[in-house]
């Protein structure tokens, strides 16, 4: 049974966005910035659908994606292999991620842009720690 | 450069270690609990006041004291105007009493509207990314339509934030809410925490609110009955003085048709007088000169029957003097009874106060008598007035003053004085006075202390109907031995 540890939920408080890739039914790859990944439990993740965009048509299509989060401190990344498993309209899961959502939206303005459609959760197939992409800034450093 | 940092692990696995490590933990966690449990306890007890303000400081100091929640703010839901009100913040620069958040509207606003628990651990950061791709959206000239930034009262930078509504028997209460500016700082067992004391607060906040609200309701109240019962008093206030408005108003009609019927006698007798006055006088003067030619005829034809008979004849002019002197009395009388009906005037003219009073005392001259009467007359000029009102307003106060004296003995003073405005008479007694209790009512029409049958009380009611159509007024002062009654009159024309 794969779990995910608790050293990975820093890397989820969106400090640094992750990077979902995404494939085609047609083997087109696609990938985008998205600004959190949220821990549902150790085996699950959930990423929000606000727009239909080509994310969503692709994960609709081919259920496998990979995401890239990064430690915020240390700068350590791992990538999550997923497997999109159910979407939700409702529930506790929604409900968090849409208040949040709407929090922000309605602080910035953007209330009519930013509308959660539903929570996409995706089942954690693999954890790989990918070590560091980039060096922390010296101490002391801008 | 990869590998697995995935688990997988069973109880069976575990080590001595393990489980010793397992232990600890779980006695360090009971350890907590009961802490956490006691602490409530303390909370709770403090919690149940009716004192809002108290409630709130309570709630926020040991949010602080005890669980390290620095910067905490409870807001009070008005769902009537649709917003949050911030009643209380500990740990704020500026502590933003007052400041509102529109329900629905940020991140206290949403879980006022959703009523539901809030936590987030990357507040700024989610703004930031918000902040940029409307920076953007409007740049691309596409933000239309783009609802305004709001700037909430709290921490300019929080990063990590529990906000749960204070919800009792499905109203609203408000809103609390801890900050912090570092990221992801408050857990699942803080929001439990926070969520007990909350819903302890929530209680405790409504039931403060009631109490409160309650109390300016009894205040209101209090405030309503206060003036409903002044009203009370002013209505019966007027109630009282139209009804004796009233009763002066009649007593001033039965007086005037009485001093009309007294008029008409008055005049009837002073007519029917008049004649045989006439004839006595004219009868007098030539009997006088027929009696003083007898007296020369006698003294010229017989010097010694004139002798003889003169002192009969000295008799006779003695008393033709006695009968001239009554004659004139009496054409005294009638003049004066004539002038102080005012038969033969106009309603209004402009007469002297001074002939008044002094008809006034000619026409009470056998019951003033025994008493003495004082008269200190000022430099008063004629006054336009109701000559006939006027003296019925000198003879019942002079009345009065009379009744007040013993049978014979005591004095009745008349003053009048003039300024630039007005006239005042005042006519003051030393007899028996006014008790002070009945000072009151003395101008109440039926108000009388002379006992039944023999005062109807209207005599000074009258005078004061009579004086105020004057544009003037009376007043009465008890003095040490007697009473004093001042009557001001406007010079002038008077009010009608």
Not at chain 1, 1 to 8: F, K, P, Q, S
Not at chain 1, 90 to 114: C, K, R
Not at chain 2, 34 to 58: F, G, W
């Amino acid at each position: 049974m794969t779990v995910m540890t608790e050293e990975l939920k820093p890397a989820m408080q969106g400090y640094i966005p992750a990077v979902l890739a995404t494939c085609s039914k047609d083997g087109e790859p696609n990938a985008t910035i998205v600004s959190q990944v949220v821990w549902v439990d150790d085996e699950h993740v959930a990423l929000s659908f606000q727009f239909f965009n080509k994310t969503i048509r692709n994960v609709r299509e081919n259920p496998y994606a990979s995401v890239l989060i990064t430690h915020p401190s240390t700068l350590e990344c791992w990538s999550l292999d997923l497997r999109y498993d159910h979407s939700e309209t409702e529930g506790p899961l929604f409900d968090a991620m849409d208040m949040q959502l709407q929090a922000i939206a309605s602080m910035t303005g953007m209330a009519d842009v930013f509308k959660l459609k539903a929570s996409d959760v995706y089942f954690v197939e693999a954890v790989t720690h990918r070590g560091r992409y980039f060096e922390p800034l010296p101490e002391g450093g801008s | 450069m990869t590998e697995p940092v995935a688990q997988e692990t069973t109880e069976a696995d575990e080590t001595g270690a393990q489980v010793e490590a397992r232990l600890e933990k779980l006695e360090r966690d009971l350890s907590r609990k009961t802490r956490e449990v006691r602490i409530i306890q303390a909370i709770a007890s403090e919690l149940n006041a009716l004192d809002l303000d108290a409630i709130l400081e309570a709630i926020l100091r040991s949010m602080d004291e005890v669980f390290g929640f620095r910067h905490a703010m409870v807001l009070l839901a008005d769902e009537e105007a649709g917003v949050l009100r911030v009643a209380a913040s500990h740990g704020y620069s500026e502590p933003g009493i007052g400041a509102t958040v529109r329900i629905g509207q940020g991140v206290v606003g949403v879980v006022a509207s959703r009523r539901k628990l809030m936590r987030v651990g990357n507040l700024a950061i989610q703004v930031g990314y918000a902040s940029a791709v409307r920076a953007r959206t409007v740049a691309s000239n596409q933000g239309d339509g783009l609802g305004d930034v709001v700037r909430m009262p709290g921490l300019p930078n929080a990063q990590s934030q529990v906000a749960i509504p204070l919800v009792v028997k499905d109203v609203l209460v408000g809103v609390f809410s801890v900050e912090s500016e570092r990221a992801s700082v408050f857990d699942e067992r803080d929001e439990q925490l926070i969520g007990i004391i909350a819903s302890q607060a929530a209680s405790a906040i409504h039931n403060a609110r009631l109490y409160r609200s309650a109390e300016e309701r009894r205040r209101a109240l209090d405030v309503a009955n206060e003036q409903l019962r002044s009203l009370n008093e002013t209505l019966e206030d007027k109630v009282h003085e139209r009804t004796l408005e009233l009763a002066r108003t009649q007593a001033r009609l039965v007086q005037s048709e009485k001093m009309a019927s007294l008029a008409g006698l008055v005049a009837g007798i002073a007519h029917e007088m008049n004649t045989p006055l006439g004839a006595m006088t004219s009868t007098q003067v030539t009997l006088k000169r027929a009696l003083a030619r007898l007296d020369d005829l006698l003294r010229e034809e017989s010097p010694e029957i004139h002798a003889r008979h003169s002192p009969l004849v000295a008799r006779v002019t003695a008393g033709m003097d006695v009968l001239t002197y009554a004659t004139e009395r009496v054409a005294d009388i009638v003049r004066r009874l004539r002038s102080f009906a005012r038969l033969d005037e106009a309603q209004r003219k402009i007469v002297s106060v001074h002939e008044g009073l002094d008809d006034t005392l000619g026409v009470l001259a056998r019951q003033l008598e025994g008493a003495t009467i004082v008269r200190s007359y000022g430099d008063v000029p004629p006054i336009a007035c109701s000559p006939a009102s006027l003296n019925q307003v000198f003879l019942n106060v002079i009345q009065n003053a009379r009744e007040a004296l013993p049978p014979s003995g005591g004095t009745i003073t008349v003053t009048t004085s003039a300024d630039e405005q007005r006239v005042l008479v005042v006519i003051e007694d030393d007899g028996r006075g006014i008790a002070p209790e009945d000072l009151p009512r003395v101008f109440d029409p039926g108000f009388t202390t002379k006992g039944v049958g023999v005062g109807a009380g209207l005599g000074l009611a009258t005078c004061y109907a009579i004086l105020r159509d004057h544009g003037g007024d009376i007043t009465l002062e008890p003095l040490a031995r007697g009473t004093r009654a001042l009557i001001h009159l406007p010079l002038g024309t008077g009010s009608t």
